[in-house]
C-alpha cells in the first residue's frame, strides 16, 4: 500500500470516525481473497478501556471517497457502529427465530465468483452464540448479482455489510443454512426480492407488534442476559429494524411494553437501550426451547422411504 493512498484513507477515516464518535486506533494493511491489498482499520470509542470493544473495518487499497454520498454513508455506518460497540458483544445478533448468532471472519471487499458466474461473493462465518460450548458454525459466501451489485454504492463493507447480515439472518430462519462443527462454505443469495428500487429500501422478513416484541425478548435474554452479564444491549439498532421490515422508533416502542411488563429496563442515560431483567431470565427454558426449535429448522431432513431403500425412483 502507497504512502499517499494510506495517508489519504486514514485522513478521511479518521474524519468520518470523529463526526460518528469513533477514534482511529489502528491502521494495518490486509490481503483481499485475491491477495490484493486492503487497508484494515480498528476503531474503539473515546477514552475506552485496553482491551474493550473495537470495530475492524476493511476497505480495498484502491479505494476512495470519489463519489458525493460516498463519505456521508459510511460517516452513518459508523455511527451505527459506535452505539453497537457499547454492546456486550457488538458482533451478536439474534435471529427472528430465537437463534443467537456471532458473525466474524468477513474476507471484504466482494470478488467476483471463480467459478466463472455472473456474481460478486464475499465470504465470512456464522457461529452459534448460546453461551455453550457445541461450537457450530457455518462458513458462508453471499452472493449478490451483477443487477443487485449495481444498486450497491460500493462492494465494500460499509456499504454492503448491513444487507448481507440480514440476508444471512432470513436464509437461516428459512432452514436453508445449516450450523455444523465442520462443513463446506454454504451459500446466501442475494438478489433483488430483497430490494425496492421504488422506495429504494430493502424488503427481508414481515413483523408485526407481537413478533418484534418476542425478538427483543431474545436479543434481551441472550445477548445482555445469557452473554453480557445483564449489561444493556442497543435495541434501536437499524441492523435489526432493516431484518424485520421496521423502524428503530418501532422498536424502542415496543421495548417500551417489555419494560412495562417488567422483563427489560431501560438505560436511564439513553432510552435506545435495555437490560434483562431477573423476570426474564427465569424465562430461561423458553428460550433454550426456542434454540432448539430454531436449530431443528437448520438440520435436513430425509424421506424415510427413500432412506430405506423403499422407493421405484
Known sequence: MTAE?????????????SKAGLVLVSTTQGADFHGKPTAVFQLGLPGAAAGANTLRLELSEAFDFDKPDLLPTITNHL???????????????????????????????FHQSTSG???????????????GTLNLHAKLAGAVTQTFAEIV????????????????RKTLDQGQLELL??????PVPVTTRYYSRWQKKFFFTDTDEQSRQQFLLAKAFWLSGVLGKSQPVWIADPRDAQYLNTTPEELVRAASVLAAAGLVTRSEDDSEFAAATPALLAREAEFRERLQQAFALTKPTFNEEMRHGHTNM
Not at 493512498?5 to 470516525?17: C, M, P
Request: charged fraction near 15%; proline fraction near 9%.
Open 5 to 17: 493512498l494510506k495517508s489519504s484513507l486514514v485522513t478521511a477515516l479518521q474524519g468520518a470516525a
Open 153 to 168: 454504492p460500493a462492494p465494500e463493507q460499509p456499504y454492503a455489510e448491513t444487507f448481507i447480515y440480514s440476508a444471512i
Open 181 to 186: 462443527k465442520s462443513g463446506n462454505r454454504q
Open 117 to 131: 458466474a455472473d456474481t460478486y461473493i464475499v465470504h465470512g462465518e456464522m457461529h452459534l452464540a448460546d453461551g
Open 79 to 109: 455511527a451505527g457502529e459506535a452505539k453497537r460497540l457499547r454492546n456486550p458483544r457488538p458482533e451478536c445478533y439474534v435471529t427472528l427465530g430465537g437463534l443467537p448468532i456471532a458473525f466474524g471472519q468477513f474476507q471484504w471487499p
